[in-house]
């Protein structure tokens, strides 16, 4: 491990500092300006999650239509474009008047971080590595646990010094000031992966070939494999976004929820960890079975639960799923249609995964609003992902009989 750390640290750098980035465009990071912004534009729950419904679905759908530019624009030039974006997508949110820019802003923010930023890392780690792929998609991933933990303290502190608009005016000079310039850093040598540490540029997938979108989007696991994609984004967003109306529901206190981020962050890192490992030792499809069900688990202990430690263990439990799935999007993809082509098929698999985190904030506040709260609907989503699980089995066999 020692040894692959070293050789390959900028390359792995690269993608813990693009996880990172994304976080910043990710719902749960935006939500803690939530209540800030409800209460300058004066928006209801319903409206502020229709607005980010309506925002994230946007950025999906450009994501589709551009995220094959992973594929012909160099990453040393793409990701500080999308950086330079990034920044300013944080800079009119801080400067914006209206519903209008509130709406663009958080659109460029969706597109940008949970789309380009985290859709970069991927491809790259996708491209770079081979024989280490699942290996190298964990450390890189740590990018994502650094951020859950590290970030949302010094953004409330921040909030309540110089106000939320503040707030994201530090954002843009964080990409600006640290992340760009890194970025413009790592990315000035060109990677050239070699040997079985590094893998061999342009590793084909199944049938020995490299598939392009269009077959892609032809072949039937593709379509199999939607449901999992939706999933973990759709629960982990309506507990997430919808944390404070879980708390009122329950009775507890957010002090007392709060070392869920923690648990959260670390089962995230060693499910992604032992899935890396799996991967590379056994291939990535054997971790399709096993995605869904931790996460149904902690829903189901989050419905039940009487007191704030079942919120901590049951996010846990989310954080164990989501560790596999990352792991499994950026090793099964290609593995399966090869690297050649990789940025556009992965583009499509983005926007699913993007459009997964649109929908729970608008559906479950809707759902909420119908007088039917999130702990009655866990029970409907525990009993989806371990169905799904059950799924998964069958996908999972077919995939290993194919040439």
């Known amino acids: 491990m020692f040894r692959f750390l070293a050789e390959n640290r900028r390359w792995l750098a690269t993608g813990v500092l693009l996880a990172l980035g994304a976080c910043l465009g990710h719902t749960w990071f935006i939500a803690l300006f939530a209540g800030e912004i409800r209460a300058e534009y004066g928006l209801t729950d319903g409206q502020w999650g229709l607005i980010y419904t309506g925002a994230t679905l946007a950025s999906a759908a450009l994501l589709f239509g551009r995220g094959g530019l ?28 209206t519903l209008w820019t509130l709406g663009i802003a958080v ?23 081979v024989a280490t792929r699942g290996r190298a998609m964990a450390i890189a991933n740590l990018g994502y646990t ?31 000031c640290l992340i760009l310039p890194l970025l413009i850093w790592l990315l000035r040598q060109d990677r050239t992966p070699q040997g079985t540490t590094g893998g061999v540029a342009g590793a084909p997938g199944l049938g020995g070939r490299h598939w392009h979108r269009r077959e892609a989007l032809g072949h039937w696991l593709f379509w199999a494999l939607v449901p999992l994609m939706l999933t ?16 009122e529901i329950k009775g ?21 960890f032992a899935a890396g490992w799996i991967a590379d030792r056994f291939g990535p499809a054997r971790l399709l079975p096993l995605a869904a069900l931790p996460m149904g688990l902690g829903i189901a ?3 039940m639960g009487a007191t704030p430690l079942s919120w901590i263990i049951g996010i846990g439990l989310i954080g164990v799923t989501q560790g596999l799935t990352n792991t499994v999007w950026g090793t099964l993809l290609p ?69």
């Open 70 to 97: 992973a594929d012909t624009v160099p990453l040393s030039r793409l990701a500080p474009i999308v950086a330079m974006v990034f920044a300013g997508a944080a800079l009119l949110m801080a400067l914006g008047q």
């Open 107 to 129: 659109f460029l923010l969706r597109f940008c971080g949970q789309g380009m930023f985290s859709h970069m890392q991927q491809t790259a780690m996708a491209r770079w590595f």
């Open 146 to 176: 650094t951020g859950q933990i590290l970030l949302p303290l010094p953004a409330v502190l921040v909030m309540g010094w110089i106000g939320w608009r503040g707030g994201w005016i530090v954002v843009a000079a964080i990409l600006l």
């Open 232 to 247: 973990p984004g759709y629960v982990g967003t309506v507990v997430f976004f919808h944390q404070v109306h879980i708390a």
């Open 252 to 272: 507890w206190s957010l002090v007392a929820m709060a070392p869920a981020y923690p648990a959260w962050a670390l089962s995230e890192v060693a499910a992604a």
């Open 301 to 303: 202990l989050i419905g």
């Open 335 to 403: 593995a399966t249609y090869g690297t050649d082509h990789i940025g556009s098929v992965r583009a499509v698999a983005s926007a699913v995964l993007v459009v997964s985190t649109a929908l729970g904030p608008g559906i479950g506040g809707v759902i909420i609003d119908a007088g039917i709260p999130v702990p009655q609907q866990a029970g409907v989503m525990a009993a989806w992902c371990i169905g799904l699980s059950v799924a998964m089995l069958i996908v999972t066999r077919k995939l290993l009989r194919a040439p």
